[in-house]
């Protein structure tokens, strides 16, 4: 099976560093991938990690270690319009009749 | 480029009711998959379209159903609805079956009574 875990709720304050972990339990998936998503509003993609190791996309970074079933979404400088919840997700590799994955979401409060 | 469009954004139904919910794709898009979401069990996937013909399904029951016409324009249906089904429903798009980035549409909020 295929199933992730996810802090349910992280708080920083402005401009500091915050970062969100993913553990996964998966036979063997393409990659690791991250959304963002304010309250009413639709999950938008933020980065997504092939093989492992950094990916840096300006403010926001992508770690993944696939011998640690394990990866993170570093989010530095924060900033208060970072306040939403994130989602890591999966594509399982085989017949397990998914597209993706998700996370059950980290909800991020940025305070002044 | 224009995004994800969905419609109808909200939609009121009663119990035993039957909805289609309409997803129209980023144009060049042949890849369409559709999640439900609640805040008991997160974002599901309930199935996917490519090229017009359903490529994954997600543990749902018969109730959901989808298609895709050759515009790659989705709709998905939910016969006999019940109270469970309340939820936002989202669909996304990707230029091909399985790409590692999908473009989600505003989604639809269905309440059922």
């Known amino acids: 099976g295929q199933s992730l875990e996810q802090p349910s709720e992280v708080t920083a304050v402005e401009g500091a560093i915050v970062q969100i972990n993913c553990t996964y339990q998966t036979s063997g998936f393409y990659g690791l991938s991250w959304y963002q998503q304010h309250d009413g509003g639709a999950p938008t993609f933020l980065s997504y990690n092939a093989l492992d190791g950094l990916e840096e996309t300006g403010r926001f970074s992508s770690f993944l270690s696939r011998s640690d079933s394990y990866g993170y979404l570093l989010l530095q400088e924060l900033q208060m319009k970072d306040s939403a919840s994130y989602f890591c997700?999966?594509?399982?590799?085989?017949?397990?009749?998914?597209?993706?994955?998700f996370g059950p979401g980290t909800r991020l409060s940025v305070l002044p | 480029k224009a995004g994800v469009t969905q419609t109808p954004r909200y939609l009121i139904k009663t119990r035993g009711q039957q909805v289609t919910l309409s997803c129209s794709p980023i144009?060049?898009?042949?890849?369409v998959s559709w999640y439900q979401q609640t805040p008991g069990q997160g974002l599901q996937f309930l199935f996917e379209?490519?090229?017009?013909?359903?490529?994954n399904k997600g543990n749902f029951p018969g109730r959901f159903s989808g298609r895709q016409f050759s515009n790659s324009r989705s709709e998905m249906n939910v016969s006999t609805l019940e109270l469970g089904d309340s939820a936002l429903y989202l669909c996304a798009s990707s230029p091909a079956s399985g790409g590692n980035e999908q473009f989600f549409g505003p989604g639809t909020r269905l309440t059922v009574l």
């Open positions: 997700a999966v594509r399982p590799r085989g017949n397990y009749g998914q597209n993706f994955v």
């Open positions: 144009s060049g898009h042949r890849s």
């Open positions: 379209y490519f090229s017009e013909t359903q490529r």
